[in-house]
């Protein structure tokens, strides 16, 4: 089991920026994929940012171009950046570590950072 733990979340300002951080207990390079999700009140959870062991990276198309997902290997750690941010970018945002294993995705999950964007 992977533990995943998400932080930088908070309160920001209409067009301002945040970075999130999501650090896991071991090499990133024992994993095929880390990615962002975010669930915003009832609204069904939607993945925001991939990046995958080859450091290829997709991107959901409401946040290209404002959201750029990076990786520290050395520290095991995964960001997002995220840049103009508005107010529909309110959620709870979650960062998964990933292995594909025997023809099936397994997920680990962290417990979420809340990201609030309002004046």
């Known amino acids: 089991q992977v533990q995943v733990v998400e932080s930088g979340g908070g309160l920001v300002q209409p067009g301002g920026s945040l970075r999130l951080s999501c650090a896991v207990s071991?090499?990133?390079?024992?994993?095929?994929?880390m990615g962002w999700h975010r669930q915003a009140p009832g609204k069904e959870r939607e993945l925001v940012a991939r990046?995958?062991?080859?450091?290829?990276?997709n991107y959901a198309d409401s946040v290209k171009g404002r959201f750029t997902i990076s990786r520290d290997n050395a520290k095991n750690t995964v960001y997002l950046q995220m840049n103009s941010l508005k107010p529909e970018d309110t959620a709870v945002y979650y960062c998964?570590?990933?292995?594909?294993?025997?023809?099936?995705?397994?997920?680990?999950w962290g417990q979420g950072t809340q990201v609030t964007v309002s004046s």
């Open positions: 998964t570590a990933s292995r594909y294993v025997l023809g099936r995705w397994n997920d680990n």
């Open positions: 071991e090499s990133i390079f024992r994993l095929n994929a």
């Open positions: 990046i995958n062991s080859g450091g290829s990276t």
